[in-house]
């Protein structure tokens, strides 16, 4: 059963805001079964909305429209339904009643522009508002329904949730004939063509299933789809390929589903009640807030050290100034002390640093832009890494801490 999602909106199309209720939506219809036909981001123009939604509509089951619901001279959605569907605008008395008592509560008297908001087209229904003012509007045909829901990403996000998601799933067990599963493998420490290699081609996976390749810095995830006429059977055809992949590449692995490195990481760290601090000096900081993602950090992550400048590396971090003078800033010696000393001073019982040359400038025919240097320390012995990934400063901080993440789930395994 397929699903389309339309979001409509210059700011999307100008690059101003980043389509946001687009991912929001998909995840939650693909983990309901639904198969997408298309996401389609268009600008605040009446024809090509039309046209538009008469694509979708022509092939798929269920179309959700984001954006353009508003009372002002750019918010078109509501006028094009009424034109494409017939009807005329019309009060919806129960998001009026709403709304003057929303305005009533902050001693306002309801705007024409609060009673606009309540105008919703004859044959659709309003799905309730919450967080703010204008209704969801669902449109039912046969065994089709459309959406169109504010642009506004909270508002989007509540009445998808808590109004349409019964109506959705309802929807899918009356009409659909099959379902797509998907689960996401996170591997880490092998490129995407080598991990492509190691599994093979479609040839070797069941039929019905699918497998897709999605690297970022320092980790792949593989996503991999099924289609089958249930839902047991789509779970059975994903353990079948996720156990083909273990086969062939189990080492790699660390993580089934959406969790992040750091969540992976922080699970491990909080339930063997183990601790870690970082010192960090081309990162600036990237490596402490990536562990402070995850809520509950505190549990695990004691703190950091940005040691940017030799003067910090040696007069905070305590690393030594002959190791400095003698090999540099950029050196396996001082990201051993650097990693050391941090998890002494915080008393933790990993450390975990970095220093590199980030680039653009600063680099050297020894040490190109790109070097760096990644410690890791426990209560006894510490050991350092050398990197040396490319010239674009933002990518190689990025997989510094990706790969500093990496090399402590490694450690804290070894344990
Ligand atoms: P309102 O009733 O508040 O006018 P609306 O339905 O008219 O809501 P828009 O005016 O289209 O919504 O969008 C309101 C704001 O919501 C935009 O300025 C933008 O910041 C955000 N927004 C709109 N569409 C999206 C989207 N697809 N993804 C993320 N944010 C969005």
Redesign the pocket.
């Known amino acids: 059963m397929k699903y389309s999602v339309l ?3 210059d ?2 199309c100008i690059g101003q ?6 991912a929001f939506i998909a995840n939650l219809m693909s983990g309901l079964g639904f198969s997408v036909f298309c996401h389609s981001t268009i600008p605040d123009e009446p024809s090509i909305m039309k046209s538009e939604l008469q694509r979708l509509m022509d092939n798929s089951e269920i179309v959700i429209i ?7 001279h ?2 078109i ?1 509501k006028g094009v339904l009424v034109d494409f569907f017939g009807g005329q605008l019309v009060v919806d008395t129960n998001t009026l009643s709403y709304l003057e008592s929303w305005f009533e509560s902050r001693d306002r008297k309801i705007t024409e522009v609060g009673i606009a ?1 309540a105008m919703i087209p004859s044959k659709s229904r309003a799905l309730n508002n919450r967080v ?3 209704p969801g509007i669902l449109f039912e045909f046969d065994n089709k329904l459309i959406l169109a ?5 909270a ?1 989007m996000r509540y009445i998808v949730t808590n109004e349409f998601l019964p109506i959705a799933k309802n929807h899918f067990e009356k009409f659909s004939t099959e379902v797509q599963q998907f689960l996401t493998i996170k591997t880490v420490g092998i490129f995407e063509s080598s991990l492509a290699e190691l599994i093979g081609g479609p040839e070797n996976f069941p039929i019905g299933t699918t497998l897709a390749y999605l690297p970022s810095a320092g980790s792949v995830r593989l996503r991999i789809g099924a289609i089958a006429a249930s839902m047991e059977k789509a779970s059975e055809l994903i353990d079948e390929m996720k156990n083909t992949i273990i086969s062939k590449a189990g080492k790699y692995i660390i993580a089934y589903g959406d969790d992040s490195i750091q969540s992976v990481l922080g699970n491990i760290l909080k339930s063997n009640g183990l601790t870690v601090s970082v010192a960090e000096s081309c990162t600036g900081g990237m490596l402490g807030a990536a562990f402070t993602d995850n809520s509950g950090s505190s549990a695990y992550f004691k703190g950091g050290l940005i040691a940017y400048s030799n003067d910090v590396k040696i007069e905070q971090l305590k690393v030594s100034k002959a190791t400095i003078d003698t090999f540099g800033a950029v050196s396996e010696q001082t990201a051993i002390e650097m990693a050391r000393n941090i998890s002494t001073l915080f008393d933790t019982d990993f450390g975990l640093s970095i220093t590199g040359i980030a680039g653009p400038d600063g680099g050297t025919t020894e040490k190109p832009v790109g070097t760096v240097w990644i410690g890791v320390a426990d209560r006894l012995s510490a050991k350092a890494f050398q990197y040396k990934f490319g010239n674009d400063r933002s990518l190689n901080r990025e997989r510094a801490v990706s790969k500093a993440l990496e090399l402590l789930i490694k450690k804290v395994n070894e344990k």
């Open positions: 979001t409509v909106g700011e999307l805001v980043v389509n946001t209720n687009a984001t954006g353009g619901l508003g009372p002002t750019d918010d959605t908001q703010g003012t204008a829901l504010p642009g506004v990403p508002e």
